[in-house]
Nanobody, 122 residues
Framework: VQLQASGGGLVQAGGSLTLSCAPPERPDSRYSVGWFRQAAGKEREFVAAIARGRTYYDDSVKGRFTISRDNAENAVHLQMNNLRPEDTAVYYC??????????????????WGQGTQVTVSS
């Protein structure tokens, strides 16, 4: 499964963006999808995931970001509100079937998209 991530851009602090992640071929809603981000000089970190009908969030984005699955479009969206400069990073979506303990780990997702840049100015 090859993924396509889109929707990044430049936004002022307090603004909003919606990222989308979709496989270009063969829809498969059984896959769990996780969003991760990687800031310059830092490791890839967990942001949010949707797996087995449940959603998971890192504490740093809880209450500001919402992950959702659109079965009609076969896409997973990440609605990001009240963005902060520290949210600046390249955002990646990953797909897979991670066990519960791996939902927040990049190792749980063997399939990745190319990443989309999110820049939040202060």
């Amino acid at each position: 499964v090859q993924l396509q991530a889109s929707g990044g851009g430049l936004v002022q602090a307090g603004g909003s963006l919606t990222l989308s992640c979709a496989p270009p071929e063969r829809p498969d809603s059984r896959y769990s999808v996780g969003w991760f981000r990687q800031a310059a000089g830092k490791e890839r970190e967990f942001v949010a995931a949707i797996a087995r009908g449940r959603t998971y969030y890192d504490d740093s984005v809880k209450g500001r970001f919402t992950i959702s699955r659109d079965n009609a479009e076969n896409a997973v969206h990440l609605q990001m509100n009240n963005l902060r400069p520290e949210d600046t990073a390249v955002y990646y979506c990953g797909a897979g079937r991670p066990i519960l303990s791996a939902i927040r780990s990049p190792q749980g997702y063997p399939n990745w998209g190319q990443g989309t840049q999110v820049t939040v100015s202060s």
